[in-house]
């Protein structure tokens, strides 16, 4: 059965309806890529700590007199949480071409909307798109979106599809640390579906590049986004590292 006739991408109507889960958060990012510790690199446990448990980022130390990174007043009113237009949680930050946050006024890259309704080959088309021009940020919104609208047997595989691309993402940005971690993360969770990978996503192939790309950030600066970009679907082409000119 091809792509184009599989009952699961028949026009959607609406998006369909999935349970709170945890981790959750209808909008900002239930998709790993805010719990890197920018101070270490490392995946946090505890992301809503002010405190990274890997390396002790935001606590107190001698200099601040015992004054944590980031006190809060405790007269000062509520921050009010961003929302969109529709009401759901998201934040207003702006943020580069690869979603780092920008301070609020700068001029950022606008974000994927969220809450698209998509068949998982749309999904799929759409990350490519993104991944091929050198955004696995915005790829990973596409793939987060598809993860939270999918069914139950196939949730482990679309949130490990946007591991991938989150991983991607911290490795354009050059943190090693980070981006070794989400693709193992990524990896380990389409890794079951390699048997029978649905939509002709290529399982092994992207296992294979995961594993590649992991063995490059070793001791080595950002990665090329595009360049380093991965084929999500067997199309007659491997999925493989593409090295850049100055790698071959």
């Not at 996503?201 to 986004?225: K, M, N, Q």
């Amino acid at each position: 059965m091809t792509d184009a006739d599989s009952p699961h991408d028949q026009p959607l109507p609406s998006r369909p309806s999935v349970p709170h889960r945890a981790g959750d958060e209808g909008g900002d990012p239930a998709c790993w890529l805010d719990q890197v510790c920018d101070a270490c690199g490392r995946i946090r446990e505890r992301p809503g700590s002010a405190v990274c448990e890997h390396c002790g980022a935001g606590a107190p130390d001698a200099e601040s007199g015992g004054v944590p990174d980031r006190v809060p007043d405790p007269f000062a009113a509520p921050r009010r949480r961003d929302r969109d237009e529709e009401g759901r949680a998201r934040s207003a930050r702006p943020r580069d071409g690869l979603g780092r946050p920008l301070p609020y006024g700068s001029p950022g890259v606008a974000r994927q909307p969220e809450g698209v309704p998509r068949t998982p080959a749309q999904s799929l088309t759409e990350a490519q798109r993104l991944l091929d021009d050198g955004m696995p940020f915005h790829a990973h919104e596409v793939l987060e979106d598809a993860w939270k609208a999918a069914p139950e047997a196939e949730r482990e595989l679309w949130r490990g599809l946007a591991q991938l691309a989150v991983g991607l993402t911290h490795a354009a940005r050059g943190n090693a640390v980070g981006g070794t971690a989400l693709l193992d993360r990524g990896a380990a969770a389409i890794a079951p579906y390699a048997d029978a990978a649905p939509y002709g996503i290529d399982i092994a192939g992207l296992l294979a590049w995961a594993r590649e790309l992991t063995g490059r950030l070793t001791g080595s600066g950002a990665v090329p986004a595009a360049e380093s970009a991965p084929r999500l679907r067997t199309t007659g082409e491997a999925t493989e590292y593409r090295p850049t000119g100055d790698e071959v």
